[in-house]
């Protein structure tokens, strides 16, 4: 029997409708049978003090420990401003805390994004790989899943349909980080 992996996905916009955050749940239509997926809500971690960390809040603790549990961390990105949400970054720097204790350090990660432009969250992916690189999270360089004009792809049910070409990248992407593990 294989090893059973688990995927956590962390979406960078935390808005409950999130393209985003329905573009991590599609994740669940490309797993193998070993593979769990659960999606990771840290909306109510707050903005980051170092006077908080120790103790560090409980919705912080259970963050990390969720992160922690995880063999591949998957997030999706917006792209604002030419880049990825302070949100994303503010839970990030969470991770990392209190000093010496980075809950990431080590992971496989992937990340995806969407977007209503043109752009597919291009440099918010190349920002967030960069941050990810420099906490020692192994990122793959290829595939990446970019998505265009993601407030066109929506079915009569609010269901995103993906792009052929999006899907092959995504299922290659979800194999490429399992292979990782």
């Not at 294989?2 to 797993?31: H, M, P, T, Y």
């Not at 299922?171 to 292979?179: A, D, M, R, T, V």
């Amino acid at each position: 029997m294989s090893k059973s992996i688990k995927i956590i996905g962390i979406s960078g916009s935390l808005r409950e409708d999130s393209v985003n955050k329905k573009l991590l749940e599609r994740a669940e239509d490309f797993l193998p049978e070993n593979a769990s997926f659960e999606y990771v809500d840290y909306k109510q971690v707050p903005v980051f003090n170092e006077d908080e960390e120790n103790p560090l809040p409980e919705v912080v603790a259970n963050f990390k420990e969720k992160v922690e549990s995880a063999d591949i961390v998957l997030f999706a990105t917006p792209q604002y401003n030419g880049s990825f949400p302070g949100v994303l970054k503010n839970g990030i720097d969470w991770l990392t805390r209190p000093g010496g204790n980075n809950s990431i350090s080590g992971k496989v990660a992937g990340i995806v994004g969407a977007t209503p432009g043109n752009s597919g969250t291009i440099q918010a992916q190349l920002h967030l790989r960069e941050v990810l690189s420099h906490l020692n999270v192994h990122v793959p360089p290829q595939p990446r899943v970019l998505v265009s004009s993601a407030g066109d792809l929506f079915d009569e049910h609010d269901n995103l349909v993906l792009p052929e070409a999006e899907v092959n990248r995504y299922e290659k992407l979800i194999s490429k980080l399992i292979e990782l593990v």
